[in-house]
């Protein structure tokens, strides 16, 4: 089994992690992220040697064309988009490869289809036999205040999505909530803090599922 990491937020972030041991001895983590959340997953994964995914590159041609002319993505777009991440998270922990994703898991049920697939759509479906048990994701939460994340989202250069839609991302979110397994980061810090932050939550849930 793989350990998974998912880092989320608006925009900005979109990292989300999570992960599960592997045998006795070294797990493989996967972890998800966007926007700030891609500098912060492409920082980690480079430090921790893991394997990076930016989910903004496996957004649809129509999805992508609907952002640029300032349409917010409704959840028929995400969905389909949703599960190819979770294919590719389900494949990276067959074979026990860590890596990490940045990627807007705005609302719990995005969250959850990250982590059991087509499935989780489903509320209702309890898993049958033979079928490939849920992920361990542990979603890391990149919180900061519109004004903050607006601000970056001016800076950005070369990205699909235009800053007009981050109110819209805002009223989209449904930050995580116990049951679900997550820790929240907040985006005023430096990005060296809030990798060392993730760093330290990552070696706590490991000791946890051990």
Excluded at 74 to 86: F, G, K, S, V
Excluded at 95 to 123: F, N, P
Excluded at 179 to 204: D, G, N
Aim: contains cysteine.
């Amino acid at each position: 089994m793989a350990e998974i990491i998912s880092i989320h937020s608006c925009v900005l972030p979109g990292l989300q992690t999570a992960w599960e041991p592997v045998g006795k001895k070294r797990p493989t983590r996967q972890k998800s992220y966007r926007q700030k959340g891609t500098t912060v997953g492409s920082r980690l994964a480079a430090k921790l040697g893991w394997k990076f995914y930016d989910a903004d590159d496996y957004h649809s041609p129509e999805n992508k064309k609907k952002m640029a002319e300032g349409i917010p993505l409704n959840d028929e777009d995400r969905i389909p988009w949703l599960c190819a991440l979770h294919d590719t998270l389900r494949r990276e922990d067959s074979s026990r490869q860590d890596a990490i994703l940045a990627c807007s898991a705005l609302k719990k049920m995005y969250r959850q289809v990250l982590v059991s697939g087509a499935s989780a759509i489903e509320s209702n479906q309890s898993q049958q036999p033979g079928e490939n048990a849920a992920l361990k994701i542990l979603f890391v939460h990149l919180d900061g205040p519109m004004d903050i994340i607006a601000g970056r989202l001016e800076k950005r250069r070369g990205h699909f999505m235009p800053p007009e839609l981050l109110k819209s991302q805002f009223d989209t979110l449904e930050p995580p909530s116990a049951p679900e397994s997550f820790i929240t980061v907040s985006l005023e810090k430096s990005l060296p803090e809030i990798v060392l932050e993730i760093e330290r939550a990552i070696s706590q849930h490991e000791a946890f599922l051990e």
